[in-house]
């Protein structure tokens, strides 16, 4: 899923973050999980191609609730993405602030 973060983005961005800002401090909560295992990536929308790294931010096991502070630079088009290895979850993304 690419979240629009900065700037005027397709769909609004996060809290009026400015378009010059660098960088986003994110809370991630996913909850309502449905995997055991399951895990969110969260990285910066690229300019081409759709490799997501290999890693995680957050890690769950099926019907947990957890949250984790993220800090993830801002990709193309004021954007970042975020990306659910498997099962599924709702995410819910607050903004803590933004480097600029």
């Known amino acids: 899923m690419t979240v629009n973060v900065a ?3 397709s ?3 996060l809290d009026n973050i400015p378009s010059n800002a660098t960088a986003v401090v994110l809370n991630v909560t996913a909850t309502n999980t449905t ?3 399951g895990f969110l990536t969260i990285y910066p929308t690229p300019a081409s ?3 997501v790294p290999n890693i995680s931010d957050i890690n769950w096991n099926m019907g947990n609730t957890v949250a984790n502070l993220v800090v993830v630079k801002i990709g193309n088009n ?3 993405n ?3 290895a498997i099962g599924s979850a709702d995410v819910m993304v607050d903004v803590v602030g933004y480097y600029g």
């Open 11 to 13: 769909g609004g961005t």
């Open 82 to 84: 975020i990306y659910n």
């Open 35 to 37: 995997s055991n295992g």
């Open 7 to 9: 700037g005027t983005g």
């Open 49 to 51: 191609g759709s490799n």
């Open 78 to 80: 004021g954007s970042i």
